[in-house]
């Protein structure tokens, strides 16, 4: 003779079965301080890497006369650039608060970077042209003291890493 379980039975073994599973996994260890330092320093190199194109691309929208296509396409380049390292910067999972606080001045840094790129692709590029338009182009002449805060966030953080 067979003994039968009841639905609710089964389906509460079921649960505490897999209950019983998850608590025993134990919790992904957190990066050290070093290696959660090195990955930012990592990403904020290829960001200033970055930095020398986007600069010139910038520059290039203020050069006196028509700006070529070649100039907005270096420009979305750079920009494209710029946004997938600022990705890569916010999904670091960092848990010391320095750390923290570095990489959200960094990722604002970019953000100016990426704003001065469009800003400069608008008025290079404007439907209509104006004088006051077309004397604040020309005072384009790369990314300014932003690029610099970025170069010295990055030393300083690469000279805590040793």
């Not at 670091?92 to 608060?97: F, G, I, M, Q, V």
């Not at 400069?120 to 439907?127: I, K, N, P, V």
């Given at each position: 003779m067979r003994i039968r379980t009841s639905p609710g039975t089964v389906r509460w073994l079921r649960t505490a079965r897999t209950l019983s599973r998850l608590q025993h996994r134990p919790a992904p260890a957190r990066p050290s301080h070093r290696a959660q330092l090195l990955a930012l320093v990592a990403v904020l190199d290829e960001a200033v890497a970055a930095q020398t194109p986007a600069d010139a691309a910038v520059a290039a929208c203020g050069d006196p006369g028509p700006v070529s296509r070649q100039t907005a396409r270096m420009c979305s380049r750079q920009s494209s650039t710029l946004h997938r390292l600022r990705t890569r910067l916010q999904d670091?999972?960092?848990?010391?608060?320095d750390l923290l606080r570095a990489q959200a001045h960094a990722a604002r840094l970019l953000a100016y970077d990426l704003w001065m790129l469009r800003?400069?692709?608008?008025?290079?590029?404007?439907?209509?042209p104006d004088p006051r338009t077309e004397a604040t182009r020309l005072r384009l002449n790369g990314l300014g003291r932003h690029a610099d805060d970025l170069r010295r966030l990055r030393d300083g953080l690469r000279e805590e890493a040793g």
């Open positions: 670091l999972e960092l848990s010391d608060p800003e400069s692709l608008d008025l290079a590029f404007t439907l209509r």
